[in-house]
């Protein structure tokens, strides 16, 4: 059976009671919250959380069996202005703290930039930007480890954890099972090697498949040369190799659609249903 969920922030902005009953009301069991994103009625800036309301959202997503599956904090932990970092690390604590509150125990981010926004560049993938993500995550999993929560980390070819052989590298570094990896497919993926997917979907399972604790689902296309993100089920992505890997290895994982959107999102979770009862 797949448990099968969507980030919050890819339906309508609604108040928090429409946006839980719009998720349950789809079938779907799971979301990943990023709050800022997705509760507009209250403050959600640092400093604002509590053990009342984080209690409070969460219980209004229990109450109609749906799982916060993912405090969604995505910072740019390695920002090249270190005041920003440090404020951005300092949010993300505060995720950690409050995680258990909300029903939840896994706060995720990728990994950021050189750069103040998030942009590809080859200069991601220099040594000092990975030891620069090795130090940030260290200190975020030493306060994971405080409060019993796991730190979720997202690579992707944006980022310094650029490809599956670095996000191993990076676990190694970080010797802690407080540290696991939301499994973005898609996010590994580029012009020059969406052809040899299946090798290296394989390649991740392989190299840190038991530690997969979220996954990420969308969809590709290759447009004018470039890779182009679409709705689920609308593009090239081989889930047949990815749910052959995954239903074996973490029967029920949370699988979280992402960018997938009003007036796919229907037609999308069927796409999944049918594709992993099929591997």
Same mark, same amino acid.
């Given at each position: 059976?797949?448990?099968?969920?969507?980030?919050?922030?890819?339906?309508?902005?609604?108040?928090?009671?429409?946006?839980?009953?719009?998720? !349950?009301?789809?079938?779907? &069991?799971?979301?990943?919250?990023?709050?800022?994103? !997705?509760?507009?009625?209250?403050?959600?800036?640092?400093?604002?959380?509590?053990?009342?309301?984080?209690?409070?959202?969460?219980? &209004?997503?229990?109450?109609?069996?749906?799982?916060? *599956?993912?405090?969604?904090?995505?910072?740019?932990?390695?920002?090249?202005? =270190?005041?920003?970092?440090?404020?951005?690390?300092?949010?993300?604590? $505060?995720?950690?703290? +409050? *995680?258990?509150?909300?029903?939840?125990?896994?706060?995720?981010?990728?990994?950021?930039?050189?750069?103040?926004?998030?942009?590809?560049?080859?200069?991601?993938?220099?040594?000092?930007?990975?030891?620069?993500?090795?130090?940030?995550?260290?200190?975020?999993?030493?306060?994971?480890?405080?409060?019993?929560?796991?730190?979720?980390?997202?690579?992707?070819?944006?980022?310094?954890?650029? !490809?599956?052989?670095?996000?191993?590298?990076?676990?190694?570094?970080?010797?802690?099972?407080?540290?696991?990896?939301? =499994?973005?497919?898609?996010?590994?993926?580029?012009?020059?090697? +969406?052809?040899?997917?299946?090798?290296?979907?394989?390649?991740?399972?392989?190299?840190?498949?038991?530690?997969?604790?979220?996954?990420?689902?969308?969809?590709?296309?290759?447009?004018?040369?470039?890779?182009?993100?679409?709705?689920?089920?609308?593009?090239?992505?081989? +889930?047949?190799?990815?749910?052959? =890997?995954?239903?074996?290895?973490?029967?029920?994982?949370?699988?979280?659609?992402?960018? &997938?959107? $009003?007036?796919?999102?229907?037609? !999308?979770?069927?796409?999944?249903?049918?594709?992993?009862?099929?591997?």
């Amino acid at each position: 059976m797949i448990n099968l969920g969507i980030r919050a922030h890819d339906l309508e902005r609604l108040p928090l009671e429409q946006l839980v009953e719009t998720v !349950s009301g789809k079938g779907l &069991t799971s979301v990943q919250l990023a709050l800022a994103k !997705s509760i507009g009625e209250e403050s959600t800036d640092t400093g604002s959380l509590s053990p009342g309301f984080a209690h409070y959202v969460g219980r &209004t997503f229990s109450d109609r069996n749906v799982q916060i *599956a993912v405090l969604g904090c995505y910072i740019n932990m390695i920002h090249p202005d =270190y005041d920003e970092r440090r404020e951005a690390l300092d949010r993300f604590k $505060e995720h950690i703290r +409050y *995680a258990r509150d909300f029903g939840c125990s896994i706060v995720g981010t990728e990994t950021g930039n050189v750069h103040p926004e998030i942009v590809y560049t080859e200069a991601n993938f220099h040594e000092q930007p990975f030891l620069d993500v090795v130090q940030s995550v260290r200190e975020l999993v030493a306060e994971a480890e405080k409060f019993g929560v796991i730190v979720g980390i997202e690579g992707g070819v944006n980022h310094p954890i650029y !490809s599956p052989a670095v996000m191993k590298r990076l676990l190694d570094c970080v010797d802690s099972n407080n540290l696991q990896v939301i =499994y973005d497919p898609v996010n590994y993926l580029t012009v020059e090697n +969406y052809e040899q997917q299946e090798a290296i979907i394989q390649g991740a399972f392989e190299r840190f498949g038991n530690r997969i604790a979220i996954m990420h689902a969308k969809d590709f296309r290759i447009e004018d040369g470039t890779l182009q993100v679409v709705p689920v089920g609308k593009g090239l992505l081989n +889930y047949d190799a990815v749910f052959k =890997y995954m239903k074996k290895k973490k029967p029920f994982v949370n699988i979280l659609m992402e960018e &997938t959107k $009003e007036p796919y999102i229907n037609e !999308s979770i069927d796409y999944l249903i049918n594709k992993y009862k099929s591997a």
